[in-house]
């Protein structure tokens, strides 16, 4: 049975698994675990990622990401991609590092968010890498320690966990604090690691007493949430491969949304592809970008090569570029 094709979209909230091939170790040492958050650190920095929480196994992570513009598969790419060169390098290994896929789970929001933060801070208590709070609570190597500034980086978003606890920090800090505490007597918790029906609802019993009253819900294993949700996120994610296809189908490529961004912004070919820190110009490069990523579905790499510039500045293009786009209500094609 072929595999479901990743659910992204702009803003959404990912619960991230990675594990090394034949479950074999993917840190070795903190050198390691240094080296792959030095790298996690640059990459959320740059392409606008949230990073809510975060724990190193010895082999497999976790983390919990808000996408911005940049694609989940673009900043998983580049992490794995990188880390496994850099590991190989230094421990004169060869071949695969990670399992070939890694898990992405869609997770709604409002409902999954702060349960996610405190399963995956609480995964080394879980692993026997700690063995009580106090020590986790100074791990370097979770996010947990971070959220109760015991340890710092400048790329995870605490605030925004804390504020979801007081206003006041020191108050968030001690909610928080307690919160992850209670959930120490939970244990492994399987509806959080995967989507789908059944772990959404809590298990089996949840979804037989909901159809004794005739009630149906929609499940993915992509997905976690409840039915609505999971209705409305698989609805978009159709639309937008229905999208890509009617654009593909009727031959738009690279070369079609550069024409069509030089008719909408009154410049010539050439001058939109041009570089150079006009400001039309940088706008219209821009809304290329953001097309030819979004809508066409180029690679941030591919387009770095057609521009001659960086991966980050691509992704900060295509940001610059969906704002163009909105400002001035431009269509790709008309409807």
Same mark, same amino acid.
């Given at each position: 049975?072929?595999?479901?094709?990743?659910?992204?979209?702009?803003?959404?909230?990912?619960?991230?698994?990675?594990?090394?091939?034949?479950?074999?170790?993917?840190? @070795?040492?903190?050198?390691?675990?240094d080296? #792959?958050?030095?790298?996690?650190?640059?990459i959320?920095?740059?392409?606008?990622?949230?990073? #809510?929480?975060?724990?190193?196994?010895?082999?497999?992570?976790?983390?919990?990401?808000?996408?911005?513009?940049?694609?989940?598969?673009?900043?998983?790419?580049?992490?794995?991609?990188?880390?496994?060169?850099?590991?190989?390098?230094?421990?004169?290994?060869?071949?695969?590092?990670? *399992?070939?896929?890694?898990?992405?789970?869609?997770?709604?929001?409002?409902?999954?968010?702060?349960?996610?933060?405190?399963?995956?801070?609480?995964n080394?208590?879980?692993a026997?890498?700690?063995?009580?709070?106090?020590?986790?609570?100074?791990?370097?190597?979770?996010?947990?320690?971070?959220?109760?500034?015991?340890?710092?980086n400048?790329? *995870?978003?605490?605030?925004?966990?804390?504020?979801? #606890?007081?206003?006041?920090?020191?108050?968030?800090?001690?909610?928080?604090?307690?919160?992850?505490?209670?959930?120490?007597? *939970?244990?492994?918790?399987p509806?959080?690691?995967?989507?789908?029906?059944?772990?959404?609802?809590?298990?089996?019993s949840?979804?037989k007493?909901?159809?004794?009253?005739?009630?149906?819900?929609?499940?993915?294993?992509?997905?976690?949430?409840?039915?609505?949700?999971?209705?409305s996120?698989?609805? @978009?994610?159709?639309?937008?491969?229905?999208?890509?296809?009617?654009?593909?189908?009727?031959?738009?490529?690279?070369?079609?949304?550069?024409?069509?961004?030089?008719?909408?912004?009154?410049?010539?070919?050439?001058?939109?592809?041009?570089?150079?820190?006009?400001?039309?110009?940088?706008?219209?490069?821009?809304?290329?970008?953001?097309?030819?990523?979004?809508?066409?579905?180029?690679?941030?790499?591919?387009?770095?090569?057609? #521009?001659?510039?960086? *991966?980050?500045?691509?992704?900060?293009?295509?940001?610059?570029?969906?704002k163009?786009?909105?400002?001035?209500n431009?269509?790709?094609?008309?409807?």
């Open positions: 049975m072929p595999r479901k094709s990743r659910i992204d979209t702009p803003g959404a909230l990912h619960h991230i698994i990675a594990r090394g091939i034949d479950r074999k170790n993917i840190f @070795k040492d903190d050198k390691d675990r080296n #792959f958050l030095e790298r996690l650190g640059a959320i920095e740059e392409t606008k990622t949230h990073c #809510f929480a975060w724990a190193l196994i010895p082999n497999h992570f976790h983390l919990l990401i808000k996408t911005g513009t940049t694609p989940i598969s673009t900043v998983m790419r580049r992490l794995l991609t990188g880390y496994a060169v850099s590991f190989n390098r230094r421990h004169r290994r060869y071949g695969h590092l990670f *399992q070939n896929r890694y898990k992405s789970i869609l997770c709604q929001e409002d409902t999954y968010l702060l349960e996610l933060v405190r399963y995956i801070h609480l080394p208590l879980r026997g890498i700690v063995n009580n709070l106090r020590t986790l609570n100074k791990y370097p190597y979770c996010g947990h320690a971070v959220i109760l500034r015991k340890q710092k400048n790329w *995870q978003n605490t605030e925004y966990v804390l504020r979801m #606890f007081a206003k006041k920090v020191s108050k968030a800090r001690s909610r928080y604090q307690e919160f992850v505490k209670k959930g120490m007597a *939970q244990g492994r918790r509806e959080l690691v995967g989507g789908g029906l059944v772990r959404s609802l809590g298990g089996w949840a979804v007493a909901l159809r004794k009253v005739g009630a149906y819900m929609k499940g993915d294993e992509r997905i976690l949430g409840g039915g609505d949700f999971v209705e996120i698989l609805a @978009k994610a159709k639309e937008d491969l229905e999208l890509k296809y009617r654009l593909k189908a009727e031959g738009y490529d690279f070369d079609t949304v550069v024409g069509r961004v030089s008719e909408l912004m009154g410049l010539e070919r050439d001058e939109v592809l041009s570089p150079g820190k006009y400001k039309k110009v940088v706008e219209a490069r821009s809304v290329v970008c953001y097309w030819a990523m979004r809508e066409i579905g180029i690679s941030q790499g591919a387009l770095a090569k057609k #521009f001659s510039i960086s *991966q980050p500045a691509i992704s900060m293009a295509v940001k610059r570029g969906e163009v786009v909105n400002r001035n431009f269509l790709l094609f008309d409807t």
